[in-house]
Each structure stands twice: as C-alpha cells, then as structure tokens.
C-alpha cells in the first residue's frame, strides 16, 4: 500500500469528501451540465499525484481518469442536433457521472488500509456486527474466489452448458447449498489455525482515528470547493 498525503488523511474525511461530490454530480446544475462536470473533475485530477507513492497505484488511477477525460473530447465535439438530442442531453450525462463516481471512490479508497477504514465505519455508527461481518467478508474474499473458480471448472467439466435452462437452474440450485457447505468447512479449518495459534474468542480493539490539522484542511477545501462548484 503506497503512502502519501491522501493515505494520511482520516478516512472519515474522505468518506465525506466523497459523499460531498456524489451530491455536486446529483444536484440540478443551474447552467451547463458539462460545465459542471467539468467543474468536479478538476479538482479530482489534481488530486492525482497525491494519491500516493506507489507507482501502480498512481497508474491504476490514471487509468480510471483517462476515460473521463476521452468522454470530455468527446462531448465537446457533439453537438446537439435534431436528430441526436438524447446522446448529448441522457447518455453523455450519465456516462460522464458514472466515471466520475468510480474516480472518486477509488481515489479515496484505494490508498487506504481495510483496517482503518472499518474503524471509520465503526466510528460513524456503523454496528459492530456489520463491522465483523465485512471484515471476516474482506479476510475471506480470497477463499470465496478459489471456491467459485472450483465450482466454474466443475460446472465446465461436467458440459453443464449444454442443458436446458431449466434443467442448469435446477441443477445450479443444488449446487449453492454444497459450495456453502464448502466455504463453512473452509471457515471451520481457518478458525482451528487461529486457535491453535492462542486465539482467546475475543477480537483485539482497533486504534481509534482522531481528526487532525490536515484533515479539517481538508475538509475546509472541499467545502470551499463544493460551494463554489454550486454556483456554477
């Protein structure tokens, strides 16, 4: 995980960052809808090259923000016309807040550690149990894949396709209770190796995150920012 000025921030300012700009996307602009979009995309890019130190993940974002700024080349070379008034006025719009959704959920949480992040959740009152539930859901994503990649080999070994579709519904639903029987089985080894190595029954408390100088710097920005896009 790359270090770097947004990896430092609090993930609660981030979150709220995020939350502030899905609602700058939603909100009935007064002028231009491209204007505006342009407007909240600006400041996204220029968080760019604080993403982080690491290289791939300052590509992966890079990435991501290649297709927004193609869809601006793109939507400054159509024009509206009699016959293309739903490209420029429903489809463009929604293509270019779909990409500036995913932008800023991966640039604010991308560069950021689970932990902290659940922490964050806690913290803003989401219950524990949904807490222990995503982290045991993020530790276990990896089992999830090997065992959906056996049940895909399994399915294609057995020509499953070439059934009817009720038949391979039917077939499906008898499947779904063995591949969770399988994830409990995996679970249950997993739960022995903690136990083996002194696990008490009881989860360690996470640090809590307290707010800093830079976070309500931050915040202060995007408040300034957002209310000034709001104009627009």
Do not use: Y
């Not at 995913?102 to 991308?110: D, M, N, P, R, V």
């Amino acid at each position: 995980m790359g270090g770097g000025l947004m990896a430092c921030l609090d993930p609660r300012a981030k979150l709220a960052a995020f939350l502030a700009i899905q609602a700058l996307l939603f909100i009935p602009p007064a002028g231009s809808l491209s204007v505006r979009l342009f407007a909240v995309a600006v400041p996204l890019l220029a968080l760019l090259p604080f993403a982080g130190k690491s290289w791939r993940l300052w590509l992966r974002l890079l990435a991501l923000a290649a297709p927004f700024l193609a869809f601006l080349a793109l939507s400054a070379a159509v024009q509206p016309g009699a016959g293309r008034t739903m490209l420029p006025r429903i489809v463009l719009p929604l293509l270019g807040k779909s990409m500036l959704v995913f932008l800023t959920l991966a640039l604010f949480i991308l560069n950021e550690q689970p932990g902290r992040l659940l922490q964050a959740l806690r913290q803003i009152g989401l219950p524990r149990s949904a807490v222990v539930i995503l982290a045991i859901g993020h530790r276990f994503a990896a089992q999830w894949g090997l065992e959906l990649e056996g049940v895909r080999r399994a399915w294609t070994a057995r020509n499953l396709t070439a059934l009817p579709k009720l038949r391979r519904a039917a077939t499906l639903g008898r499947a779904l209770p063995l591949f969770f029987d399988r994830l409990l089985e995996s679970g249950s080894h997993v739960h022995d190796a903690m136990i083996s190595r002194g696990f008490s029954g009881s989860l360690p408390c996470w640090r809590r995150l307290v707010f800093s100088g830079r976070d309500a710097i931050f915040l202060a920005l995007t408040a300034m920012i957002a209310a000034a896009i709001t104009t627009l």
